[in-house]
């Protein structure tokens, strides 16, 4: 317990030190994030790269506490590849398609590691008592790398407003920290609480006003190490719908990921063009300044963490009606924020 709590303020400290340092190196590398359209938010360019900082607290911490094995090779392999697709990208942006093909590359490294969805409880069990778990086999492959590589850019898509991916990733974090605990699933919760406190010692600099923005090197890493995470913990417990708590555990991001594909692919726009339809963009719209869209979407994240750690331990009928609320008011909110980007382009129409 003492070496864990030092190895989480290692993490803590170490981010908190090294993101002046990522200013530095940001400005003297022309890593700098120009406010160039009315999609972003931010008014004065802004340096990147301080998801470096995040990722320097993570590994201290990591090497400090543990001997590296054969999985977590695999595990920082991929995670170091991503931190170096994130840097260059913050230098100079790069396409897209080749993007998309290195988290893929990174996520299948993490795979053959050991890092896989082989089975998950069966939510059903109560109609078919002879099938306790429902087991993937080779599909385990496929159905991991979607995880990885969704979540990771799930992660970069809700990077919109200061402070709020990396807010929400120690929301994450911190839920996947006590679901692992709670199944018994120790190293992927001392992982989750790492990670958690090296964006927390990163926040200070982030939140609004922003001194540095994490950039894709943080979003990226963020993103990549809450799916891996939560695949090596959570979705190995016994709960009634497993499967739930880690997408609840993410879930905002989640969110938000799936309704912007759904409007690119109706507005007949490429799912990888950005827009300015997102869950920040609308608070935005609604009225709300840049903290007040933040603490918001918080609020809503840690209400999902906070049913994901109840649904680790619920029984069945517990967990299907939780489910179900917490459905309803995600349908209660979509169809706010509908009626907000409606109002909007009545309101652009009158002008």
Do not use: C
């Not at 590296?68 to 392999?77: E, P, Y």
């Not at 979003?219 to 959570?234: E, H, N, T």
């Not at 799912?271 to 709300?288: N, P, Q, Y």
């Amino acid at each position: 317990m003492t070496r864990s709590i030092i190895a989480f303020l290692i993490a803590l400290l170490v981010s908190f030190a090294a993101t002046p340092l990522m200013i530095r190196l940001a400005k003297r590398i022309g890593a700098i994030d120009v406010p160039k359209d009315d999609r972003r938010v931010h008014k004065v360019p802004t340096p990147r790269l301080g998801g470096l900082a995040i990722f320097l607290g993570f590994l201290s911490a990591l090497l400090y506490m543990y001997e590296i094995d054969s999985r977590m090779v695999g595990v920082l392999t991929g995670a170091a590849i991503i931190v170096t697709l994130g840097f260059f990208d913050d230098i100079k942006p790069l396409p897209a398609k080749f993007k998309f093909l290195v988290q893929i590359i990174a996520a299948i490294i993490a795979i053959r590691s050991g890092v896989r969805i082989e089975h998950v409880s069966n939510p059903l069990y109560f109609m078919f008592p002879d099938t306790e778990y429902i087991i993937f086999g080779n599909w385990s492959y496929p159905l991991t790398l979607l995880w990885i590589v969704g979540v990771t850019n799930a992660i970069n898509l809700v990077d919109g407003l200061d402070g709020l991916a990396a807010g929400i990733s120690i929301i994450s974090a911190v839920t996947l920290f006590v679901a692992a605990q709670t199944t018994g699933q120790g190293f992927a919760a001392f992982l989750a609480s790492i990670l958690a406190a090296s964006t927390l010692g990163f926040l200070p600099y982030n939140f609004n006003p922003a001194k540095i923005f994490m950039g894709d090197t943080g979003a990226l890493f963020l993103g990549y190490m809450l799916s891996v995470i939560s695949v090596m913990g959570v979705l190995k417990g016994a709960a009634a719908l497993s499967i739930l708590v880690p997408i609840f555990a993410i879930g905002l991001p989640i969110y938000d990921t799936l309704f912007a594909m759904i409007r690119r692919a109706s507005n007949g726009k490429s799912m990888m063009e950005a827009d300015k339809g997102h869950l920040h963009h609308k608070l935005l719209d609604a009225g709300m300044s840049q903290r007040q869209a933040v603490i918001t979407l918080y609020s809503i994240s840690a209400v999902l963490g906070f049913s994901a750690v109840v649904l680790v331990e619920a029984t069945l009928k517990v967990a299907f009606v939780l489910v179900l609320a917490v459905f309803l008011l995600a349908s209660m909110g979509a169809k706010y924020l509908s009626q907000v980007e409606v109002d909007q382009g009545s309101n652009k129409a009158d002008l």
